[in-house]
Nanobody, 118 residues
Framework: QLQASGGGLVQAGDSLRLSCAASGRTFNAYSMAWFRQAPGKEREFVAA????????NYADSVKGRFTISVDNAKNTVYLQMNSLKPEDTANYYCAARRYGSSWDQGYWGQGTQVTVSS
């Protein structure tokens, strides 16, 4: 089970940290990720991290502004979002997939809304 939290309404240039608490299984062989979906748009990849934290990947649109990390002791994945822009406004979802499988075959949490005003 994945439980996302931390969304809110902020102004452009502000920061937010999203959290995704993972439970119900061992995630050692999983990658974790954040996706987002804005109204009327397709879901898009934001960032991913291996459960060990040793490997990360980012969408070009968030590189240098967002940082994904994992706290194994707390079974929690974070997305630190800095220098937020209005175009970052979306519902943000966390996901987990076993290595070698697709994200659609993995587990998804409910979304947390991020709204960035200009």
């Amino acid at each position: 089970q994945l439980q996302a939290s931390g969304g809110g309404l902020v102004q452009a240039g502000d920061s937010l940290r999203l959290s995704c608490a993972a439970s119900g299984r061992t995630f050692n062989a999983y990658s974790m990720a954040w996706f987002r979906q804005a109204p009327g748009k397709e879901r898009e990849f934001v960032a991913a991290v291996s459960w060990s934290g040793g490997s990360t990947n980012y969408a070009d649109s968030v590189k240098g502004r967002f940082t994904i990390s994992v706290d194994n002791a707390k079974n929690t994945v974070y997305l630190q979002m800095n220098s937020l822009k209005p175009e970052d406004t979306a519902n943000y979802y966390c996901a987990a997939r076993r290595y070698g499988s697709s994200w659609d075959q993995g587990y998804w949490g409910q979304g947390t809304q991020v709204t960035v005003s200009s």
